[in-house]
């Protein structure tokens, strides 16, 4: 991503971010760490939480993420929030989920997927 000045970032076209309504905070290079220490759970919520708020085009779906959560509650609430045309449950099929996530992406979309487990055996 290129800036041409203060939060006015240069987008890309297709997919990714969408350039309508977009308003990015001023650019600063002062750091302004949390007062208080989170838990990576919280951290990752927020920030799929910011991304879904500034960008109509982002999607998070996979494994019981939407009414559950998440197998760790990750997701917990985010689909009351923004919807289950954003943050949805899919099949339990992790070649699937991959196969949506692609899908997705070279239709327009940002897509987030999200695998529980997956275990591969090798003989």
């Known amino acids: 991503m290129e800036?041409?000045?203060?939060?006015?970032?240069?987008?890309?076209?297709?997919?990714?971010?969408?350039?309508?309504?977009?308003?990015?905070p001023r650019i600063t290079t002062q750091p302004k760490p949390e007062t208080k220490a989170i838990n990576m759970a919280i951290?990752?919520?927020?920030?799929?939480?910011?991304?879904?708020?500034?960008?109509?085009?982002?999607?998070?779906?996979?494994?019981d993420i939407a009414a559950k959560g998440g197998v760790?509650?990750?997701t917990r609430g985010l689909q009351g929030k923004y919807g289950p045309q954003r943050v949805f449950d899919t099949s339990l099929s992790e070649e699937g989920i991959v196969g949506w996530a692609i899908g997705?992406?070279?239709?327009?979309?940002?897509?987030?997927?999200?695998?529980?487990?997956?275990?591969?055996?090798n003989f």
Do not use: C, S, W
């Open 104 to 121: 997705m992406a070279l239709g327009g979309l940002l897509p987030m997927a999200e695998i529980q487990f997956r275990v591969v055996v």
């Open 3 to 24: 800036y041409k000045g203060e939060g006015e970032p240069e987008l890309q076209r297709v997919g990714g971010l969408t350039t309508d309504g977009l308003a990015f």
């Open 43 to 63: 951290a990752i919520r927020r920030t799929i939480a910011y991304e879904l708020k500034i960008n109509p085009k982002f999607v998070v779906f996979g494994e």
């Open 72 to 74: 760790h509650g990750v």
